[in-house]
């Protein structure tokens, strides 16, 4: 028995559309964070009205942006990152390797503050043995 659907209408995916509550619950954020994100350049909704109407690629580009920021990233670094993934459809060279760049520059970061963090605990263990050791003199010539 044929389909009374076309072939066309078969293969064209929905375009499922979000509101701006919805992506909200769903990214566990506030609405205030996506016009944020939007003010930004980030996400560019459609409007019907007053409403925002937020389609597949702005729900991923708000997931990138929110894993951008959980990883440190600025704004600027996201966008640019963003950027060359609605230019490559999501997944060109030219956006691989600039987010390459980017996670070996957040890398070098991480390392530098890990070497400092590392730097001031041994100071911070120093003083305190010099500090137990002088309030063990003390006790010690108290006691005498």
């Not at 995916?13 to 769903?26: D, K």
């Not at 060359?84 to 970061?109: C, N, P, V």
């Amino acid at each position: 028995m044929l389909s009374t659907t076309s072939t066309s209408d078969a293969i064209r995916p929905t375009q499922r559309t979000w509101s701006i509550g919805e992506l909200a619950r769903h990214f566990d954020v506030t609405t205030r964070t996506i016009r944020f994100y939007e003010q930004e350049g980030l996400l560019h909704p459609e409007r019907r009205g007053q409403t925002r109407v937020y389609r597949d690629k702005d729900r991923v580009r708000l997931k990138l942006t929110l894993r951008g920021k959980r990883l440190g990233f600025s704004l600027a670094e996201i966008r640019e990152v963003v950027d060359l993934y609605d230019a490559a459809d999501g997944g060109g060279e030219k956006q691989l390797t600039r987010l390459l760049g980017i996670l070996s520059e957040k890398r070098e970061g991480l390392e530098r503050q890990l070497r400092d963090l590392t730097a001031m605990q041994r100071e911070l263990d120093d003083v305190e043995t010099r500090a137990r050791e002088a309030l063990a003199r003390l006790a010690g010539d108290s006691e005498c």
